[in-house]
T-cell receptor, first 113, second 112 residues
Framework: EAQVTQNPRYLITVTGKKLTVTCSQN?????MSWYRQDPGLGLRQIYYSMNVEVTDKGDVPEGYKVSRKEKRNFPLILESPSPNQTSLYFC????????????FGPGTRLTVT | AQSVAQPEDQVNVAEGNPLTVKCTYS??????LFWYVQYPNRGLQFLLKYITGDNLVKGSYGFEAEFNKSQTSFHLKKPSALVSDSALYFC??????????FGAGTTVTVRA
């Protein structure tokens, strides 16, 4: 089954404790992206990647890191989480043929206390 | 910079009535426009897109949207709403910089 998977789905952590949210897709997509969803703000792009070893900042990259060492994986790293990073995070992927039709993962709900 | 506005936080309609969800956009260059839907506790699902061609595009689940360049709008429509259409709807715009920008979302409630 074609899908984007994220782990964990739910995470409660404390300020300053490094964490990684994994994202994996099995559709051989070139493009992958991370978003955060906050009430009243919709989805805001954190980082995106056009292909292996190619990443770029989205609209809200501060406090986040990403890497793209393999085509299928695009982990999101919070080196020192803070309470304002409490949010619902989505990973997405797509082919890069101008379609922009992105496939979204199920989401990771992160709470930082 | 590109942006999307969804002027209504909520839209309430009765089942069987027409449903419209409004979207306006701002982008440099030719716009690529999209609608996504999010059901409770789920990720977003693609509904439809406008890249080029006919201004009226048809998508999944009986939805359609009309691109209006002069009004910079891309409203989502369904002629006869179902209770199962109740969800959160997002409009999105992209241009040639590989970035997809989403609106804040509109919650649609269809009452039986």
């Amino acid at each position: 089954e074609a899908q984007v998977t994220q782990n964990p789905r739910y995470l409660i952590t404390v300020t300053g404790k490094k964490l990684t949210v994994t994202c994996s897709q099995n559709m051989n997509h070139e493009y992958m992206s991370w978003y955060r969803q906050d009430p009243g703000l919709g989805l805001r792009q954190i980082y995106y990647s056009m292909n292996v070893e190619v990443t770029d900042k989205g609209d809200v990259p501060e406090g986040y890191k990403v890497s793209r060492k393999e085509k299928r994986n695009f982990p999101l790293i919070l080196e020192s989480p803070s309470p304002n990073q409490t949010s619902l995070y989505f990973c997405a992927s797509s082919l890069w043929d101008n379609s922009y039709e992105q496939y979204f993962g199920p989401g990771t709900r992160l709470t930082v206390t | 910079a590109q942006s999307v506005a969804q002027p209504e936080d909520q839209v309430n309609v009765a089942e069987g009535n027409p449903l419209t969800v409004k979207c306006t956009y701002s982008v440099s260059g030719n716009p690529y426009l999209f609608w996504y839907v999010q059901y409770p506790n789920r990720g977003l699902q693609f509904l439809l897109k406008y890249i080029t061609g006919d201004n009226l595009v048809k998508g999944s689940y009986g939805f359609e949207a009309e691109f209006n360049k002069s009004q910079t709008s891309f409203h989502l429509k369904k002629p006869s709403a179902l209770v199962s259409d109740s969800a959160l709807y997002f409009c999105a715009v992209a241009s040639n910089d590989y970035k997809l920008s989403f609106g804040a979302g509109t919650t649609v409630t269809v009452r039986a």
